[in-house]
């Protein structure tokens, strides 16, 4: 009996420093997450590309003011990367996470991003339950491409003969992702860097892109050690897909843990971040 109480005991403690440890005022720092692929399907005429990618701000939830995302496009744009991409999330909802706020004023400090090749966005689950239309509107408006079964192609003027595709899927929870669409608009043979909210669409994508950059897991937001959870992930995605570099089958997936949170304001073991991914040829 005593041995139970004092498990009780120290899983509540531990439940509680769970909940100050999440609710404070900066609960987790902002990692770099670095990752640099080697893959065949780059050009070996092509010079490496250099990409940063935010996930899943979700703008309004504790951790995420609209002070922070002027603190996180100052970080970004620090990095001097090629392009920036932005795989959904941008909204959250009046819940215990946080407050909902409206897409314009996301957008304005989302505008002083800067990339040499652009920036682009998909939007997210909660981007659509709350107002899809409103943020790609806004969006747009300040420049920022977002793509939904679509591609455009990115040249780059100082390297003639070195362009490069970026293509966008629909939403996998709200919407209707079509890779048929999609890959129609692609119609040269450079190489494709592939953007979906939700790593659940991984599983309907084939060999053409060299990497498909992911967010939507939150990479667990809250893990146990050894990497668990008591739960599935939300959507269709496997537990193999949370998070990280994932190679499956000659094809690479890239999942961020993201930047804000969802359901409940808390992180734990799994830590918020940014990401710089470059892609290289192997010769």
């Given at each position: 009996?005593?041995?139970?109480d004092?498990?009780?005991?120290?899983f509540?403690?531990?439940a509680?420093?769970?909940?100050?440890?999440?609710?404070a005022?900066?609960?987790?720092?902002?990692?770099?997450?670095?990752?640099?692929?080697?893959?065949?399907?780059w050009?070996?005429?092509?010079?490496?590309?250099?990409?940063a990618?935010?996930?899943?701000?979700?703008?309004?939830c504790?951790?995420?003011?609209?002070?922070?995302?002027?603190?996180?496009?100052?970080?970004?744009?620090?990095?001097?990367?090629?392009?920036?991409?932005?795989?959904?999330?941008?909204?959250?909802?009046?819940?215990?996470?946080g407050?909902?706020?409206k897409?314009?004023?996301?957008?304005?400090?989302?505008?002083?991003?800067?990339?040499?090749?652009?920036?682009?966005a998909?939007?997210?689950?909660?981007?659509?339950?709350?107002?899809?239309?409103?943020?790609w509107?806004e969006?747009?408006?300040?420049?920022?491409?977002?793509?939904?079964?679509?591609?455009?192609?990115?040249?780059?003027?100082?390297?003639p003969?070195?362009?490069?595709?970026?293509?966008?899927?629909?939403?996998?929870?709200?919407?209707?992702?079509?890779?048929?669409?999609?890959?129609?608009?692609?119609?040269?043979?450079?190489?494709?860097?592939?953007?979906?909210?939700?790593p659940?669409?991984?599983?309907?994508?084939?060999?053409?892109?060299?990497?498909?950059?992911?967010?939507?897991?939150?990479?667990?937001?809250?893990?146990?050690?050894?990497?668990k959870?008591?739960?599935?992930?939300?959507?269709?995605?496997?537990?193999a897909?949370?998070?990280?570099?994932?190679?499956?089958?000659?094809?690479?997936?890239?999942?961020?843990?993201?930047?804000?949170?969802?359901?409940?304001?808390?992180?734990?073991?799994?830590?918020?971040?940014?990401?710089?991914?470059?892609?290289?040829?192997?010769?």
């Amino acid at each position: 009996m005593q041995g139970r109480d004092y498990l009780k005991t120290a899983f509540v403690k531990a439940a509680g420093a769970c909940g100050v440890y999440g609710l404070a005022p900066e609960p987790f720092p902002l990692r770099h997450k670095i990752y640099d692929i080697v893959s065949p399907k780059w050009p070996s005429t092509h010079a490496p590309l250099r990409m940063a990618v935010a996930a899943d701000l979700h703008v309004g939830c504790k951790s995420v003011t609209l002070a922070k995302v002027e603190e996180i496009v100052g970080r970004l744009n620090d990095l001097g990367a090629d392009m920036i991409l932005l795989p959904g999330d941008f909204l959250v909802s009046d819940s215990i996470q946080g407050r909902h706020i409206k897409p314009e004023p996301i957008a304005e400090r989302l505008a002083e991003l800067k990339a040499k090749y652009g920036v682009y966005a998909v939007l997210g689950n909660h981007d659509w339950y709350e107002d899809g239309q409103g943020l790609w509107r806004e969006l747009e408006r300040r420049h920022i491409r977002v793509l939904e079964n679509d591609a455009v192609k990115v040249a780059r003027p100082d390297l003639p003969g070195q362009d490069v595709w970026v293509a966008g899927l629909a939403d996998d929870t709200t919407r209707k992702p079509c890779l048929k669409t999609t890959f129609s608009r692609v119609t040269t043979d450079d190489p494709v860097v592939l953007m979906c909210h939700d790593p659940g669409t991984f599983l309907d994508v084939d060999e053409r892109p060299v990497v498909t950059v992911c967010g939507h897991t939150h990479g667990g937001q809250m893990m146990f050690p050894g990497r668990k959870r008591l739960q599935k992930l939300p959507g269709r995605a496997p537990w193999a897909y949370a998070y990280g570099h994932i190679r499956e089958g000659g094809r690479d997936l890239v999942v961020s843990s993201g930047i804000g949170t969802s359901s409940l304001p808390l992180r734990f073991n799994c830590p918020a971040e940014f990401v710089s991914l470059t892609l290289r040829s192997p010769v």
